[in-house]
């Protein structure tokens, strides 16, 4: 059994962010020849969900980068690695001093994993850019919007994302990444050249442990991921067949099996269809 992960954006997604129609057709193929896929993404399910839809992933979503697993056939939500209260403060801390907006991303823990509800906290946006984020975005999808002062101890925190200008994100990189328990990601922002987003969790959470637990879950054998970043190493790392698009980094394309054509013109799914026949 063939089993293919894809990351999304710089990956599977073109340059609108969108799966096109010629990878959506690509998709149709591979599942009526019955070959297994699903994705790996750092995004969250609230950005992915739109993206998805109406693309008949059914098998289990690995979300912020291994954190979140969701299950759309039997309905139910796997959370692992989810941030403590001190690293919470912590992440919080760092982007208050340099005067960004934290936007805190917690699913609530039901006692029923079909029933969840997702919550962004965040302080009053300084920044235009932060402003269109939440009018944009976080106001459009299903997530209810509550005030920072208002997060919950305890509380099921998958992710911390920012946006801001690069050189403010570079700076606070520095500050989160010498923390032991944390990772952050960082890379440039569709909203403009100027700008970086940045998203950080636990150091445990990652995009191999969660494909590995889904291969064995799975029965796999034969493992194909295709990926452009640096959170695609770990999978990379277990895969048996791994692709980087030609926009992908330059140390991803070092440990991939081969670089394949650019997102923004299907790269993937030209390989694809060359790779089985479709």
Not at 12 to 40: D, H, M, P, R, Y
Not at 108 to 126: A, C, G, I, N, T
Not at 146 to 156: A, D, R, V
Request: contains cysteine; glycine residues 6%; hydrophobic residues 40%.
């Amino acid at each position: 059994m063939d089993l293919i992960f894809f990351d999304l954006d710089g990956t599977l997604l073109n340059s609108q962010s969108q799966i096109s129609t010629f990878t959506k057709e690509t998709l149709l193929l591979l599942g009526q020849k019955e070959i297994a896929f699903t994705v790996a993404t750092g995004r969250t399910m609230l950005s992915a969900k739109s993206i998805l839809e109406g693309h008949k992933f059914v098998l289990p979503h690995i979300y912020n980068n291994g954190v979140t697993v969701w299950d759309p056939k039997n309905l139910e939500l796997t959370l692992d690695n989810v941030l403590s209260d001190d690293e919470t403060h912590h992440i919080i801390e760092v982007a208050l001093a340099h005067g960004i907006a934290p936007f805190v991303n917690v699913i609530s823990e039901e006692l029923d994993q079909k029933q969840h509800q997702h919550m962004v906290f965040y302080p009053e946006p300084q920044h235009e850019v932060e402003k269109e984020l939440v009018n944009k975005y976080f106001k459009r999808t299903d997530a209810t919007l509550l005030p920072l002062s208002s997060l919950p101890q305890n509380s099921q925190v998958t992710n911390i994302s920012m946006i801001a200008d690069a050189a403010i994100i570079d700076m606070m990189w520095l500050k989160i990444k010498g923390h032991d328990n944390l990772v952050a990601y960082s890379g440039p922002a569709l909203e403009g050249k100027q700008y970086k987003w940045m998203d950080v969790h636990h150091c445990l959470a990652n995009k191999g442990t969660a494909v590995h637990n889904l291969k064995t879950k799975l029965g796999a054998q034969n493992v194909i991921c295709f990926g452009d970043s640096d959170n695609d190493k770990s999978m990379f790392a277990l895969a048996d067949e791994s692709y980087a698009p030609a926009n992908a980094q330059s140390d991803i394309k070092q440990s991939a099996t081969a670089v394949i054509g650019h997102n923004h013109e299907d790269g993937i799914a030209h390989f694809l269809r060359e790779r089985f026949s479709l």
